[in-house]
């Protein structure tokens, strides 16, 4: 007859030595997933408008693919967060973000942003700015500049609609860049411009010159609409915002895209034009393309050094 009191102590030990086998594997998953967070680019993301959101979902459904994961999520409104950002990812308030493990700091909210937090942002982090329209003024771009060389952080500037801004770079460092003029079209609800400098428009009216002029007279009217242009004169800075020519253009015609076309002339009777037609419904600041460019521009975000960088 089986005597179950002398197999009790063998199947204990067993089960044991089993409990113990899981305990050590649960322990590696642990370690191997904290060893692959570690490897990761940590991002920051400030503003929570519709390129904050791409950005915050890509990174949450394909972070972990692209070695990107959240370090902070910061809006004005933190109740836009609830229920769409995980608790320990919203900053309630921006200036907590010295308290958070960063790799990277992506603004994507307004040129006051990148004045007011710029050099904080850089004294911990590379920063991605999204609102290059902030560097038009001198005092701004020079302090951010500044910062990253102490630092040794990187000032990352997105192409976004620019097409060729590389091209635009090489051309300018190698000094033979003669002049650069941007053209913006869109359809008028597009635009967010101030001093009411579009508020009369009427559908099927056509095509408007709303403004033609230096990238730095032109952007406190529309600092929202000409970021394209702001990192086509970072590019170009020999010419600078001031020698920049930046035109928007309001056309009804354009329901469905909008149009960026880059003239660019260089020494000895060279130029070369572009035409970028991006994706966009009416109403729409920031076509669809512009999107996925600058989800590359991120991808980019790996540290070059303490200095500007267009990517």
């Known amino acids: 007859m089986l005597n179950f009191d002398l197999l009790y102590p063998i199947i204990q030990c067993k089960a044991g030595a089993q409990l113990q086998r899981e305990t050590q594997n649960r322990r ?55 229920g769409s950002v995980h608790q320990e990812h919203i900053l309630e308030q921006l200036t907590q973000f ?46 951010l500049r500044r910062a990253a060389v102490h630092h040794g952080k990187t000032l990352y500037v997105p192409s976004g609609a620019l097409w060729g801004g590389q091209d635009i770079q090489r051309l300018n460092n190698s000094g033979v860049l003669k002049s650069l003029s941007i053209r913006m079209s869109k359809h008028p609800s597009c635009f967010r411009l101030s001093g009411g400098l579009l508020s009369d428009w009427s559908e099927g009216e056509g095509r408007r010159v709303l403004f033609s002029g230096s990238v730095a007279d032109l952007w406190p009217l529309a600092p929202n609409n000409v970021n394209t242009m702001a990192a086509a004169a970072i590019a ?11 035109e928007i253009v309001s056309d009804t015609r354009l329901s469905e895209f909008h149009v960026v076309e880059v003239e660019a002339t260089g020494a000895d009777g060279f130029s070369v034009t572009t035409v970028r037609r991006n994706p966009a419904r009416p109403g729409a600041v920031t076509g669809s393309a512009t999107y996925g460019s600058f989800w590359s521009s991120l991808l980019c975000c790996e540290g070059h050094g303490g200095r500007v960088y267009l990517c």
């Open 28 to 82: 590696r998953i642990i370690y191997w997933v904290m060893a692959d967070k570690s490897k990761m680019m940590k991002v920051g993301i400030v503003g929570y408008g519709h390129l904050g959101q791409y950005l915050v979902e890509r990174i949450q459904r394909e972070g972990a693919a692209a070695g990107l994961c959240l370090a902070f999520v910061w809006n004005r409104n933190t109740e836009k967060l609830r």
């Open 98 to 143: 010295t308290e958070r493990d960063v790799d990277v700091i992506v603004e994507v909210c307004h040129p006051r942003i990148v004045e007011e937090f710029g050099v904080q942002f850089l004294s911990r982090a590379h920063f991605l700015v999204g609102s290059p329209t902030a560097l038009a003024d001198p005092q701004v771009d020079a302090q």
């Open 236 to 246: 170009a800075d020999s010419l600078g915002f001031a020698g920049v020519t930046g």
